[in-house]
């Protein structure tokens, strides 16, 4: 494919970038760099899942500027640095498809590899998925097309029939790819889909420095007086972008049920999720000093440490969550048990590992139940959760990613 001595390059495709996803881009980008590769991002703007993402700025990203500023070729390429490219996302999922863009970037820019962040995401729309469906062989690729499966919607299923198209939309995802990786280590070991591995979940980026701002001091300043209005209180954290399903209205009403227990509350809020209960229980409990709500990003590592820090165990009462979790890797590299419901991956990695307490999905009794036992237990986790997390350290993820120039020669 090269040249001996000639170093590959990568193109990193993200059209989405929400959540963990540019955490994802980051790392990857940094994998390939230290392995001696040019890295192009072709990548969406939603940085923080905004209404407004024209405006987003990334650290995550933006950490591969230089003081030389930015080269722009045509209106596509942005030149970050001799290594690194930032290519503008323009996509009608409509009318194009994931794989067309890339077959159109491949011939563009020629790259050796092609990432696909979220192959669970790929050629999503109805137009993609009739077009995988009517054809019948793979067009011929230059480069290898290489995919994460970040959060497949393929987990069983009751229906009958939901449960075989899902199978059917992952074996028309999966046909484009070279290589898979997967979050779910179980999945891998029961699968037969060819060259599918394990990577260790990517919670955190391993290069970007904590720049301490006038934001991140004044941030640190509002969780400490607030730790100091509830001196003695046991703290629930939860951490990042609300969505129902991850389940905080069950820690308001533990807050309110008991005042033993005030919330520390960190990420964006979702407009289309908020019922009138929700906004109501959220006032009451500010009213009464017992919530901290910091609506937004955080971008600042030292007021992510500072909130998970305050935590002795973090709980994460999702609903019908049957993937992974960035948000119960964070909890783990900083020592904390979780609380997980009884469903899926998060289960299986807690039963299996013995690193927290499942409680009955969507049972909110014994959620409060599963709260108090770890109030009196969570120091028995701690060693269990330190050794868990050795194999999602940065050279265990690097290994792992190795994969793939093994499997290139």
């Known amino acids: 494919?090269?040249?001996?001595?000639?170093?590959?390059?990568?193109?990193?495709?993200?059209?989405?970038?929400?959540?963990?996803?540019?955490?994802?881009?980051?790392?990857?980008?940094?994998?390939?760099?230290?392995s001696g590769m040019e890295v192009l991002f072709y990548i969406g703007r939603d940085w923080c899942n905004s209404e407004n993402s024209r405006n987003k700025y990334s650290p995550y990203i933006e950490i591969y500027r230089n003081n030389a500023g930015v080269f722009i070729e045509g209106c596509e390429l942005h030149r970050i640095n001799h290594k690194i490219s930032l290519l503008n996302?323009?996509?009608?999922?409509?009318?194009?498809?994931?794989?067309?863009?890339?077959?159109?970037?491949?011939?563009?820019y020629s790259?050796?590899?092609?990432?696909?962040?979220?192959?669970?995401?790929?050629?999503?729309?109805?137009?993609?998925?009739?077009?995988?469906?009517?054809?019948?062989?793979k067009h011929p690729l230059k480069s290898k097309w290489i995919a994460i499966f970040i959060s497949?919607?393929?987990?069983?299923?009751?229906?009958?029939?939901?449960?075989n198209m899902l199978k059917t939309s992952l074996k028309q995802k999966v046909k484009h790819f070279d290589i898979t990786f997967w979050l779910d280590e179980?999945?891998?070991k029961d699968t037969n889909i060819k060259k599918s591995y394990w990577l260790p979940?990517?919670?955190?980026?391993?290069?970007?420095?904590?720049?301490?701002?006038?934001?991140?001091?004044?941030?640190?300043?509002?969780?400490d007086n607030f730790l100091e209005q509830n001196k003695g209180k046991?703290?629930?954290?939860?951490?990042?972008?609300?969505?129902v399903r991850k389940g905080l209205d069950f820690l308001l009403q533990l807050a309110l049920d008991d005042n033993q227990f005030v919330i520390l509350r960190a990420g964006e809020m979702s407009e289309s999720d908020r019922s009138p209960e929700f906004i109501d229980n959220m006032l009451t409990l500010e009213k009464n000093k017992q919530l901290l709500n910091i609506p937004m990003f955080i971008k600042s590592p030292k007021v992510t440490k500072k909130l998970f820090d305050e935590a002795c165990f973090i709980a994460l009462p999702y609903r019908d969550h049957y993937s992974s979790s960035g948000v119960m890797l964070q909890a783990l590299e900083f020592g904390k048990p979780v609380i997980v419901p009884d469903i899926g991956l998060m289960a299986r990695r807690v039963l299996y590992s013995n690193i927290g307490i499942t409680y009955k999905h969507g049972d909110y009794e014994?959620?409060?139940?599963a709260v108090y036992i770890m109030q009196n237990s969570y120091g028995k986790y701690t060693n269990n959760v330190s050794q868990y997390y050795q194999q999602f350290n940065r050279s265990s993820i690097f290994n792992h990613l190795n994969i793939i120039i093994k499997e290139n020669k």
Not at 120 to 127: A, G, L, R
Not at 152 to 163: D, E, G, H, V
Not at 234 to 243: C, N, P, W
């Open 366 to 369: 014994d959620f409060k139940k």
């Open 234 to 243: 046991q703290i629930l954290l939860f951490f990042g972008s609300y969505f």
């Open 89 to 108: 996302f323009k996509q009608n999922p409509l009318v194009k498809s994931d794989s067309g863009i890339l077959k159109h970037l491949e011939s563009k």
């Open 111 to 137: 790259p050796d590899f092609i990432f696909v962040i979220s192959g669970d995401e790929f050629n999503h729309s109805p137009y993609s998925f009739l077009k995988d469906i009517f054809t019948i062989k």
């Open 201 to 223: 979940d990517i919670s955190k980026s391993f290069n970007h420095v904590d720049d301490t701002d006038e934001d991140t001091e004044t941030l640190c300043a509002l969780i």
């Open 152 to 163: 497949p919607y393929c987990y069983p299923s009751m229906n009958y029939l939901k449960r």
């Open 1 to 34: 494919m090269n040249v001996e001595n000639k170093p590959n390059k990568i193109l990193i495709y993200s059209p989405h970038m929400s959540g963990h996803r540019q955490v994802y881009c980051n790392v990857i980008a940094d994998w390939a760099l230290d």
């Open 186 to 188: 179980f999945f891998v």
